[in-house]
T-cell receptor
Framework: GAVVSQHPSWVICKSGTSVKIECRSLDFQATTMFWYRQFPKQSLMLMATSNEGSKATYEQGVEKDKFLINHASLTLSTLTVTSAHPEDSSFYIC?????????????FGNGTRLTVT | GNSVTQMEGPVTLSEEAFLTINCTYTATGYPSLFWYVQYPGEGLQLLLKATKADDKGSNKGFEATYRKETTSFHLEKGSVQVSDSAVYFCALSDTARGYQKVTFGTGTKLQVIP
């Protein structure tokens, strides 16, 4: 089945530094990838939608200069949390949609636990 | 816009009990409906799906039927196991923007005790 690999699975960084999270589709082409943030009470918040070769579409309230998204190829999207602060600590999950598969389920990575100290 | 409402948890059941997690949705058009499961510390996994009215999705003993008349997609399992303890998300997707956008419910935590 379709596999999405997310790396790293956890990261601890100091306040003010930047962290990059990678999301790769291993055995399919993903024209669209999605980045979610999951809060402690488990709700998933869509942060942005990333289309290969174009700028990401950010949801309302998400700072695009803080959460930089790059979707350079059909199998890789990255999320960079710039100048991280403790309030950015969270569980970030990516997902990918297979090209030409409207209505098909999303395939999720295993998430990245970010802790900013 | 689209929305998904599911019952708040946590839901605590004894092993072998019957499970129902309610889910209703609001959407324009004809969305596809999904249930995802999240085990502790992991990402989401697709549990089952239904793409049109009256379809029944099923997997690992779980079932859900796409009810257009009641805009519902309730998750059921006849006999839960401790290993079913997880968070369950109801979701819908549409392709109105030319790509698939998924709307999730807030998740329902299930705890199954021996």
């Amino acid at each position: 089945g379709a596999v999405v690999s997310q790396h790293p699975s956890w990261v601890i960084c100091k306040s003010g530094t930047s962290v990059k999270i990678e999301c790769r589709s291993l055995d399919f082409q993903a024209t669209t990838m999605f980045w979610y943030r999951q809060f402690p009470k488990q709700s998933l918040m869509l942060m942005a939608t990333s289309n290969e070769g174009s700028k990401a579409t950010y949801e309302q309230g998400v700072e695009k200069d803080k959460f930089l998204i790059n979707h350079a190829s059909l199998t890789l999207s990255t999320l960079t949390v710039t100048s991280a602060h403790p309030e950015d600590s969270s569980f970030y999950i990516c997902s990918a949609s297979q090209a030409g598969q409207g209505g098909s389920p999303l395939h999720f990575g295993n998430g990245t636990r970010l802790t900013v100290t | 816009g689209n929305s998904v409402t599911q019952m708040e948890g946590p839901v605590t059941l004894s092993e072998e009990a019957f499970l129902t997690i309610n889910c209703t949705y609001t959407a324009t058009g004809y969305p596809s409906l999904f249930w995802y499961v999240q085990y502790p510390g992991e990402g989401l996994q697709l549990l089952l799906k239904a793409t049109k009215a009256d379809d029944k999705g099923s997997n690992k003993g779980f079932e859900a039927t796409y009810r257009k008349e009641t805009t519902s997609f309730h998750l059921e399992k006849g006999s839960v196991q401790v290993s079913d303890s997880a968070v369950y998300f109801c979701a819908l997707s549409d392709t109105a923007r030319g790509y698939q956008k998924v709307t999730f419910g807030t998740g329902t935590k299930l705890q199954v005790i021996p």
